[in-house]
């Protein structure tokens, strides 16, 4: 049982440039979650979806884009990537009501 | 808004020791509440969960409580071990459309031999 996959692990990019990270998950849980953590504040929302076809903002989603076209996978993708996007990115599912699985994380640097 | 405070920020006690960390919550409309480890440069791994209805929960030498009127948890740990070091998150998981899960800074826990 995979659980939640985030690729990659490690990514360096200059600025202007994008990615997408990806996130997958065989649970079928519902709902999906991107956070991103730097040092000293904590976890902060990105970006959320309560299924398939369904996304929304979450507290700091400015540089950031989501989608989710199945209930399996929901990419983050950053567009013209700046330094204050350095981060350690985490995904997450959960059902409702229940407790939410964490991916390994994808670490981040923007130079 | 809700807000989660985890109290202390360190703390750094001998081997051995039994130990309680704290987690504070300022609204109650909550499904349910997650203690998680996170070690160095690694990622979150689930510890004890309690549902919204439950007081506590048990796993091992860990026993999480709730008291969701109050808005407070805590995390005690028994006969602390070296490998017990790392930074212990609570996070509430809150009702309503996005079900989000809010977090504290964390309690970052050093065990020493």
């Known amino acids: 049982n995979a659980g939640v996959t985030q690729t990659p692990k490690f990514r360096i990019l200059k600025i202007g440039q994008s990615m997408t990270l990806q996130c997958t998950q065989d649970m079928n849980h519902n709902y999906m979650y991107w956070y991103r953590q730097d040092p000293g504040m904590g976890l902060k929302l990105i970006y959320y979806s309560v299924g398939a076809g369904i996304t929304d903002k979450g507290e700091v989603p400015n540089g950031y884009n989501v989608s989710r076209s199945t209930t399996e996978d929901f990419p983050l993708r950053l567009e013209l990537a700046a330094p204050s996007q350095t981060s350690v990115y985490f995904c997450?599912?959960?059902?409702?009501?229940?407790?939410?699985?964490f991916g390994s994380g994808t670490r981040l640097t923007v130079v | 808004k809700q807000e989660v405070t985890q109290i202390p920020a360190a703390l750094s006690v001998p081997e051995g020791e039994n130990l309680v960390l704290n987690c504070s919550f300022t609204d109650s409309a909550i499904y349910n509440l997650q203690w998680f480890r996170q070690d160095p440069g690694k990622g979150l791994t689930s510890l004890l969960l309690?549902?919204?209805?439950?007081r506590e929960q048990t796993s091992g030498r860990l026993n999480a409580s709730l008291d969701k009127s109050s808005g407070r948890s805590t995390l005690y740990i028994a006969a602390s071990q070296p490998g017990d070091s790392a930074t212990y998150l609570c996070?509430?998981?809150?009702?309503?459309?996005?079900?989000?899960?809010?977090f504290g800074k964390g309690t970052k826990l050093t065990v020493n031999p």
């Open positions: 996070a509430v998981r809150e009702e309503g459309g996005s079900e989000k899960l809010v």
């Open positions: 309690i549902q919204s209805s439950q």
């Open positions: 997450a599912s959960a059902k409702a009501q229940a407790g939410y699985t």
